[in-house]
């Protein structure tokens, strides 16, 4: 599996973004995520979807704000940051593994590069 980050950029607080995650490879049984990692912090779990499936998971700062999703036909998943905050500012990074959703960045296999996302209050 391989992936593919895009969409980051430089936003004001209460602004929207959209993040793209090109996925090519086998994507039978696998799970996507988000996760990002502000400087000098640890990479964070923002949410998860399986491929096949409709149970998102977010973690808790995002609930209400943020969306994962994923376009089938075109082997994308999305995150659409709504309402955006200062403390959202991060790399973030979409991420894939087989099997259930966890929230641990080590259960995840694959990678993409990140992006940057950058909030200005």
């Known amino acids: 599996v391989q992936l593919q980050a895009s969409g980051g950029g430089l936003a004001q607080a209460g602004d929207s973004l959209r993040l793209s995650c090109a996925v090519s490879g086998r994507t039978i049984g696998i799970v996507m995520a988000w996760f990002r990692q502000a400087p000098g912090k640890d990479r964070e779990f923002v949410a998860a979807?399986?491929?096949?499936?409709?149970?998102?998971l977010y973690t808790d700062s995002v609930k209400g704000r943020f969306t994962i999703s994923r376009d089938s036909a075109r082997n994308t998943v999305y995150l659409q940051m709504d309402s955006l905050k200062s403390d959202d500012t991060a790399v973030y990074y979409c991420a894939a593994r087989q099997g259930g959703a966890y929230t641990y960045s080590a259960h995840y296999r694959y990678w993409g590069q990140g992006t940057q996302v950058t909030v200005s209050s």
């Open positions: 979807l399986p491929w096949r499936g409709d149970a998102p």
